[in-house]
């Protein structure tokens, strides 16, 4: 049974996206990853119910498997070679070349694969993160059929690319529950690089000059978090004997030398979670179709890096190493908190806050308390469902505006009622409480109650971040309101995965206590952690988390009592002073020639602009990476 649930979870999806490649007629192929998805949900519940484990697969053809993936790496890195040498990357094809002869060294010279030991280890964080892989990622996956279509419409192609598209979207979910259920770490290094592949052929997808570019500045990066992760395997084998995930870890806190390739894989994990200097390919990956964005930033790429910080964790507790991570990732949530004041492009909002997002659970990671670590895991639940449905949601309404400014979408639920309801929804479980990003950070902010530096760090920026996402809300909500608004169009497919993340989202916060004492507690009983459970310290929660949830309802019914009272309402144009012509939208302008009125938030260009911080970020962002590392050498 549990060989089955793990073929299905992990080799499943590549099955999937090879059909996906190869059958060509478009309902069959919507019809596998309709499937797919179905299975892996399930599949998922299904294998929470044996945890916690630890398993070793039979020989796969009567070859170990050791050789299976010895043979799939050579051929994955091989391939990201060519890709290096296509697009004349020197750093590229010299990372790839590192790891190829590094990679087979280590495994034909060094490595005793007579030792036996569990491949696969899964404890609740390990199926927490299957759960949300298998069913935040197949949701995306859905959404993207009709997305899709209506994609390549507009690009006018004559042959359709859906079916590379669908097959590295699929491939990516397999690849990271590989990851995630992985005991040995060099079967753990290789689903890493399969994510890195997945995403350059993502990224890349429309092929236009942008695309390529900022694909291969994410090829390079990750392949830089790649060659960091092979050095920190040799290391941890020279000084510990054993690739074993959980052997390097039982002995508890760690010092000396063993440090160093603890802090090369939180390296990797902060390249791969786009961690301040390494920002650019995250935000660059914006260029890909929107569930590409989706996929990567909340289910599955980007977790990678903060799911191996969080898995390490009581190997590095109370040491340097610890104490710089957490500054490091207060500081990214801070940078990029403020950057994404001064954006006006709705996906490199949910770009910057997603990676200060991450920020936050590498800052928690490295606080390294039964607190902090219980705010990580849970940030990375909430985190998943919300920005998911944001990015989903702006896709929708990019393809029916034509445009992701926030300005654009002034006074959008006259257009699209549903989609910005929803989205307006969204945005509220980011900051608002009872739901359950905010209860995540408040936890974190408790955590922090005794890292004075940390916790201003990560209290200014979440006063930024409530900042920006108020803002949008606020323009998404604007006049006009005494208009009809007509029912939004909406397909089935594009509807369903909405609906199910925005109610994911809401009623997984309202059981954030049952949540921590069923899934997060369990973790927290190993024997490096002394279990407080900071607000949620009973299953009812020392905060007030009920009352809030009455309060909050009370006045969204009010709301809604509002809204309708307004619609009645008479309208009248803006006060212009006189000045005004006819038309009341306009007024009079030089030569007597009238001018339209239009209206804009302020987005403290001169203070948060990108390009003024940007450059000044990496710098201070750099040199904290290079304390973090240089600490543990």
Not at 335 to 347: D, E, F, Y
Not at 596 to 620: D, H, K, M, P
Request: net charge positive; proline share 5%; charged share 10%.
């Amino acid at each position: 049974m549990l060989n089955t649930l793990l073929f299905i979870l992990i080799l499943g999806p590549f099955i999937a996206a090879a059909l996906c490649y190869f059958v060509r007629i478009s309902h069959i192929r919507s019809f596998i990853v309709l499937a797919m998805g179905c299975l892996l949900a399930v599949t998922s519940i299904l294998l929470f119910t044996k945890a916690p484990f630890s398993h070793t697969p039979p020989p796969l053809l009567n070859i170990p498997i050791h050789w299976w993936i010895i043979w799939g790496d050579d051929g994955l890195l091989l391939t990201m070679l060519y890709y290096g040498f296509k697009h004349r990357h020197l750093f590229t094809k010299i990372l790839i070349i590192f790891q190829i002869v590094a990679l087979d060294y280590f495994e034909l010279f060094m490595v005793d694969h007579s030792k036996t030991f569990p491949l696969f280890f899964a404890d609740n964080l390990s199926l927490i993160m299957v759960l949300i892989i298998s069913i935040v990622g197949p949701l995306i996956c859905v959404f993207a059929i009709p997305y899709m279509n209506k994609h390549e419409e507009h690009q006018g192609l004559k042959k359709s690319r859906q079916p590379k598209f669908f097959a590295f979207l699929v491939m990516i979910i397999g690849a990271m529950n590989g990851l995630v259920l992985s005991n040995n770490i060099i079967f753990m290094y290789v689903f890493f690089e399969v994510t890195t592949l997945g995403s350059f052929m993502l990224i890349s997808h429309d092929r236009t000059e942008t695309a390529l570019k900022n694909a291969v500045r994410a090829l390079w990066m990750n392949c830089l978090a790649g060659a960091a992760f092979i050095v920190a395997m040799i290391l941890a084998y020279i000084t510990q004997g054993t690739v074993d995930a959980q052997e390097l870890i039982r002995g508890g806190h760690m010092g000396g030398i063993m440090l160093t390739p603890l802090a090369l894989l939180c390296f990797a994990g902060m390249v791969k979670a786009a961690q301040i200097p390494f920002q650019s390919w995250l935000l660059g990956a914006m260029v890909a179709p929107t569930p590409t964005s989706a996929l990567l930033h909340s289910s599955t790429m980007v977790k990678a890096g903060a799911y191996i910080a969080l898995r390490f964790a009581p190997g590095y507790a109370g040491t340097f190493l610890s104490q710089s991570l957490a500054v490091c990732g207060a500081f990214t949530f801070l940078a990029t908190s403020a950057m994404a004041v001064s954006q006006s492009n709705g996906k490199k909002v949910l770009a910057y806050s997603t990676i200060g997002n991450l920020g936050l659970i590498f800052a928690c990671a490295g606080i390294n308390t039964p607190e902090a670590i219980t705010a990580g895991i849970l940030l990375i639940i909430f985190h998943a469902f919300s920005k998911a449905l944001l990015f989903l949601c702006v896709g929708d309404i990019e393809q029916h505006i034509g445009s992701r400014d926030i300005e654009v979408m002034r006074g959008l639920y006259a257009k699209m009622p549903r989609t910005t309801l929803i989205a307006i929804l969204g945005m509220v479980t980011m900051m608002l409480p009872p739901f359950g990003v905010l209860l995540s950070k408040w936890m974190a902010l408790e955590a922090a109650s005794k890292h004075l530096f940390v916790m201003v760090l990560l209290a200014v920026g979440s006063a930024l971040m409530v900042m920006y996402w108020a803002r949008w809300a606020g323009i998404l909500l604007s006049a006009p309101y005494g208009s009809h608004v007509e029912p939004e169009r909406q397909g089935v497919l594009t509807r369903l995965p909405l609906l199910a993340l925005v109610g994911g989202a809401v009623v997984l916060s309202l059981c954030a206590p049952l949540l921590y004492s069923n899934l997060v507690a369990p973790i927290l009983s190993a024997p490096s952690f002394s279990v407080r459970a900071g607000i949620f310290e009973n299953p009812t929660g020392a905060f007030l988390l009920y009352p809030v949830i009455l309060v909050l309802a009370l006045g969204f019914i009010y709301a809604v009592y509002a809204a309708k009272k307004a619609q009645k309402a008479r309208t009248s144009g803006p006060y212009l002073c006189g000045a005004q012509t006819t038309d009341p939208e306009s007024f009079e302008g030089p030569m007597r020639k009238p001018v339209a009125v239009s209206s804009g938030a302020y987005y403290f260009e001169s203070i948060f602009g990108e390009q003024r911080l940007t450059v000044w970020f990496n710098v201070c962002g750099g040199m904290l990476v290079a304390l973090l590392i240089g600490g543990a050498l």
